[in-house]
């Protein structure tokens, strides 16, 4: 299938809200891909990655994590959290265009992404940050969205101060600087009759020393 992530006016010159959470530096653009190459994207994703329900370990038992998920990137980049290690798998073409539109985007590069179906409402994602070692103390995470929306819930690690967003399709977050260092982050279950929502998170990882 030949389409292009980068022919519409949009994409040179994206919409950025600054969201103002204390101690963090995220960002938020909506319709960063337009409804229809979201849709592409969301459908292709589907079918090219080999989608598995992996297990972690929490409190000391292992346990089926509530989604399915995929760990693409370069080569050297094994990613471990919560007692599970993922050897990456090769970069797919809409994975390569997609990250190569978050580099433009944010003038930054990245090397690996987790990919995540949540097939419904009651697929979802514990609270937790992303401060492994090898992502670095100040990472830059990017987070697209393909398909239904979902409430994206920060919250402050020493207040409690909890803060949503809603996700939209074709979106894209930014958490940088020292977000992960003060904030958890997640997506609740709901028993609302919802559709499947696969997002992308773009991160660079370093070699661990």
């Known amino acids: 299938m030949q389409y292009s992530l980068f022919d519409d006016s949009s994409a040179a010159h994206p919409v950025r809200q600054e969201l103002r959470l204390p101690e963090a530096d995220v960002s938020y653009y909506p319709n960063w891909l337009a409804a229809g190459k979201a849709s592409t994207c969301q459908h292709a994703l589907e079918d090219e990655l080999p989608w598995a329900q992996d297990t972690i370990k929490l409190f000391g038992k292992a346990v089926k994590i509530p989604r399915l998920q995929s760990w693409h990137g370069d080569p050297e980049c094994a990613y471990t959290y919560s007692g599970l290690t993922m050897t990456p798998k090769p970069w797919t073409a809409t994975l390569q265009r997609i990250r190569e539109r978050c580099e433009r985007t944010l003038n930054t590069r990245f090397n690996s992404v ?96």
């Not at 207040?159 to 260092?181: D, F, I, K, P």
């Open 114 to 209: 987790l990919a995540n179906w949540y097939r419904h409402g009651q697929d979802s994602m514990s609270l937790h940050a992303d401060n492994e070692p090898e992502l670095g103390p100040r990472p830059v995470i990017a987070s697209v969205t393909l398909g239904e929306a979902r409430p994206f819930i920060f919250k402050h690690r020493e207040t409690g101060q909890r803060y949503t967003q809603v996700l939209e399709h074709g979106s894209l977050l930014v958490m940088a600087g020292s977000t992960q260092s003060h904030y958890l982050h997640g997506i609740a279950k709901t028993k609302k009759p919802i559709q499947g929502r696969i997002n992308l998170t773009f991160r660079f990882l370093y070699p661990r020393s």
